[in-house]
């Protein structure tokens, strides 16, 4: 408690009350839990939750609090869930659906806002995306106007709002349209017109979801006034690096899912350019950052909206043969219990020959073992992970093969003004990652917080690997077998055949000439 006592950042929030959207999602739940365990004089933090798979707020608050990624707050201080209030409300509702008397509570009390609730579906239909994206936002700009001290609202956007561009700068880029105008235009428009528009609308960014998330930093730009506002746009978020612990991860979106499904042999081709930079970034990175961005924003005069490119790319890259190769012998060292094929991945530059083996090395065992699991009682399943996969990959493809400059001012300026202990409290300085220690991290997250498999299962595993591994060798043994003899007897068959047609052949030219 004594070295939080030193912390310029912990101290800003000492007796703050915080309101936040998207707390139950992947970055909110370790936002939560970061300003609670290093925050601790924070009052309260107010969550916004609506309704969904048929669970209350409360419900899921419930179901919020028993995740793994309190484990470390509760041993320091099991009160800790008395300072969150749970808001019923929803986004994608006029008033954020919130009663009047939370209202009430939030505008008297709040003084720090955390936008960080989104649609991050890449092909959501456009009118879905709009409402969650851009209308969301502006009914949280809307509140902040209301909120009595506000001292920050910090959004959290993407570092692709502006994949368009080769090069982009902590700045909002100007749009064809308002985002008003394709607000009132979403109103009125049938989705067959919105289909029509849309490859116009996009340019040349590949979704919805970017799209969207740019006209939100325009909406921002254009209706936040002088109210005291940040935007923070991180890249690809995956595991934690340190906080709540080393690796943690409770999603298998983006390259988490491709990592896994690499581990368990069902990944084997991937059209990918294996020197491409992947730019990644840990989620405790981009935490630590939003809590910094609003001790600054609240605590230093600002002329502009300040933006923050919070990427690795540029400072600390990392490429995705750098991914593969240290990686790979990790699935084979720490094992998972259950794999489909034998871990094996090949990158490949030409998509013609990746659609080749997608067929053959994907789609064509995913058939066998479909139809063997029907004919023994089991479940068709196999099939449709591999559209998902695919789905899933397909859309990683933007953003692994093309690279983008993301200049980055603001950010390390920011770190530059962290005093003692806040340079390691809230760390967001990437250079820091090595990267190698990082992908263990985060290879043993995916086997212990996602496949929830202890590390007690690594030797089991082992053994059941190699025999994985036999047996496959017996199957392309066989296989590659049954192919030569196929070839030699077809070898055989040809030669029998040219004889018999070459005699045949003789005798019909005997027979004409005798003709003659």
Same mark, same amino acid.
């Given at each position: ?39 601790? &004089?924070?009052?309260?933090?107010? =969550? ?28 320091? @201080? ?22 009047? @008397? ?13 936008? +960080? ?18 209308? &969301? ?19 959290? +956007? ?48 590949? @979704? ?63 059209? =990918? ?13 981009? !935490? ?18 300040? !933006? ?21 012998? %990790? ?32 789609? %064509? ?6 139809? !063997? ?15 998902? %996969? ?19 001012? @603001? ?71 049954? =192919? ?12 029998? %055949?040219?004889?018999?047609? &070459? ?14």
């Amino acid at each position: 408690m004594d070295v939080l006592k030193e912390s310029e950042i912990a101290h800003f929030f000492n007796g703050r009350s915080v309101f936040i959207t998207g707390a139950t999602g992947f970055m909110g739940k370790v936002l939560v839990e970061k300003l609670l365990r290093s925050c601790p &004089g924070v009052k309260t933090l107010y =969550l916004l939750m609506r309704n969904k798979k048929g669970l209350a707020p409360k419900q899921r608050m419930d179901q919020l609090l028993n995740d793994k990624v309190f484990g470390r707050i509760k041993e320091e @201080n099991n009160n800790f869930s008395n300072k969150i209030v749970v808001v019923e409300g929803d986004i994608t509702v006029d008033g954020l659906g919130m009663s009047q @008397n939370d209202l009430n509570s939030i505008i008297e009390n709040v003084s720090v806002i955390f936008h +960080s609730a989104a649609t991050v579906k890449f092909e959501e239909p456009l009118r879905v995306a709009i409402n969650y994206n851009i209308l &969301g936002t502006q009914r949280v700009i809307e509140l902040a106007h209301k909120v009595h001290n506000l001292a920050a609202l910090v959004h959290v +956007s993407t570092a692709y709002a502006n994949c368009d561009r080769n090069r982009i700068d902590e700045v909002i880029y100007e749009q064809k349209i308002t985002p008003q105008q394709l607000m009132d235009a979403a109103t009125w428009m049938s989705d067959d017109m919105i289909e029509k528009l849309l490859p116009d609308l996009l340019g040349n960014r590949p @979704n919805t979801y970017t799209y969207t998330k740019a006209m939100a930093e325009t909406l921002i730009m254009e209706s936040c006034g002088q109210l005291p506002v940040a935007i923070v746009r991180p890249s690809i978020v995956t595991a934690a690096w340190k906080d709540p612990y080393p690796g943690w991860v409770d999603n298998i979106n983006n390259v988490t899912g491709v990592f896994l499904a690499t581990c368990k042999g069902v990944l084997r081709t991937a059209f =990918l350019e294996s020197t491409a930079v992947l730019d990644i970034v840990p989620v405790d990175i981009v !935490i630590n950052l939003l809590i910094a961005v609003a001790w600054n924003t609240a605590t230093k005069q600002h002329k502009d909206i300040l !933006i923050y490119n919070c990427t690795t790319g540029l400072v600390n890259p990392i490429t995705i043969s750098d991914v593969q190769k240290w990686t790979f012998p %990790l699935a084979l060292k720490y094992p998972c219990s259950e794999h489909f094929r034998y871990p094996e991945l090949t990158l490949r530059r030409n998509r013609f020959v990746h659609s080749i083996f997608v067929a053959l090395d994907h789609y %064509l065992p995913a058939y066998v073992y479909d139809w !063997i699991s029907a004919m023994t009682g089991g479940k068709r399943r196999m099939v449709s992970i591999y559209e998902k %996969l695919h789905k899933a990959t397909d859309q990683l493809v933007f953003f692994a093969t093309r690279q983008w400059q993301f200049k980055s001012i @603001n950010l390390p300026e920011l770190h530059d003004q962290l005093q003692g202990v806040d340079q390691e409290t809230f760390c967001f300085d990437v250079r820091k990652i090595d990267w190698p220690t990082y992908l263990k991290d985060y290879y043993m997250g995916i086997r212990t917080f996602i496949l929830k498999e202890d590390i007690s299962t690594i030797p089991s595993a082992r053994r059941k690997l190699r025999r994985l591994f036999l047996t496959n060798k017996l199957v392309e043994f066989v296989i590659y077998l049954g =192919l030569a003899k196929l070839i030699l007897y077809k070898t055989d068959l040809s030669t029998t %055949l040219s004889t018999l047609l &070459g005699g045949q052949t003789n005798s019909t030219i005997a027979i004409l000439t005798r003709a003659k």
